[in-house]
């Protein structure tokens, strides 16, 4: 049986007086209620009200009962109504799990002005590389991804970020600037070490009657890594030619510290994803950084960071 609401039912016969009138306060048939009473009884053991065709009484024991059920239905109440202002009030802790990159390059930019329009909000920020599905252990978990997500959990575009050709300035006044992508062939690069990228890098030309894509085989990286910000950084140090996010370049692209390499042609691109475990119930601490997301980059399937850098085409 449903021992709350025989609770809430009984506190009511008892304050009401009379099982009828009970039935009315609560919108349910007296016969209902009497019966959820009786089976109260006989779920405790034990006689609470006494019945007679003229009035009806609480026992002593009914009494002593009243008083603990009294309590529960209204710690019970209290404990709804915290929920409830939880899930309308923002405010509490956030844990959301991000790629290194994207927590560095971009919630960090953008965290000052969430914190400004939900200052009762704290976050914690753990990063870690691979994401390709959500860790039920946090809030909100961001990933890039270049396929469709599959899994149990709901998934937002926030935007969609090109991998960008880029060299110093330095570098390219050093060794010259490519003018076709097998120039690259002449050129110190930095690579992932992944083998598909070993065996060539596809470059499609932006103009569709410039030419087909084509497969290009670069010599052997001056670095491998997977990480991307290693990456960054030795490409601001004049290391060679590197393909990375936009999200990542933006600003070194701004401010001059680094330079496109081959803006006619494209790379390819990744998704990015803010995903929750589940769509209910969801906080409105978590559902006002998830809209504060997709304000932030659109939440459409083009690149923001690529369109307003001054080398965007």
């Known amino acids: 049986m449903d021992l709350l609401r025989a609770f809430r039912i009984f506190v009511r016969v008892a304050d009401d007086g009379s099982f009828a009138q009970a039935g009315r ?3 349910t048939d007296p016969a209902v209620v009497t019966r959820l009473v009786a089976e109260l009884e006989d779920h405790l053991g034990v006689r609470l009200v006494h ?5 009806m009484t609480i026992t002593p024991i009914g009494e002593e009962f009243l008083v603990q059920a009294r309590q529960i239905v209204a710690d019970v109440d209290d404990a709804c109504a915290m929920a409830d202002v939880a899930a309308r009030e923002t405010r509490g802790h956030l844990r959301v799990l991000a790629p290194p990159a994207i927590a560095s390059h971009q919630l960090a930019k953008h965290l000052p002005r969430f914190r400004q329009q939900y200052p009762l909000v704290t976050m914690e920020i753990a990063t870690r590389g691979g994401l390709e599905a959500v860790d039920e252990s946090f809030d909100v978990t961001l990933m890039h991804t270049r396929h469709a997500l599959a899994g149990n959990f709901v998934a937002r575009r926030l935007a969609r970020t090109e991998v960008v050709l880029c060299a110093s300035p330095a570098y390219l006044d050093r060794r010259g600037r490519p003018e076709h992508p097998h120039d690259l062939r002449l050129h110190d690069t930095l690579l992932p070490p992944i083998s598909e990228l070993q065996r060539g890098v596809v470059f499609e030309p932006l103009d569709p009657t410039a030419g087909e894509p084509l497969r290009v085989v670069p010599k052997q990286p001056v670095l491998a890594t997977s990480h991307i910000d290693t990456n ?13 996010p936009s999200f990542v370049i933006e600003d070194a692209l701004n401010n001059g ?3 496109r390499v081959l803006p006619a042609w494209r790379l390819f691109s990744y998704t990015v994803w803010a995903a929750t475990p589940t769509r209910k119930h969801l906080p409105a601490r978590t559902r006002a950084f998830l809209e504060f997301l997709i304000q932030a980059f659109g939440g459409e399937d083009r690149d923001p960071w690529l369109a307003g850098t001054a080398a965007g085409h």
Do not use: I, M, Q, Y
């Open 25 to 27: 306060s609560l919108d």
């Open 51 to 55: 019945r007679t065709t003229r009035r």
């Open 232 to 244: 960054f950084a030795s490409v601001l140090h004049g290391l060679g030619v590197a393909g990375l």
């Open 257 to 259: 510290r680094l330079e």
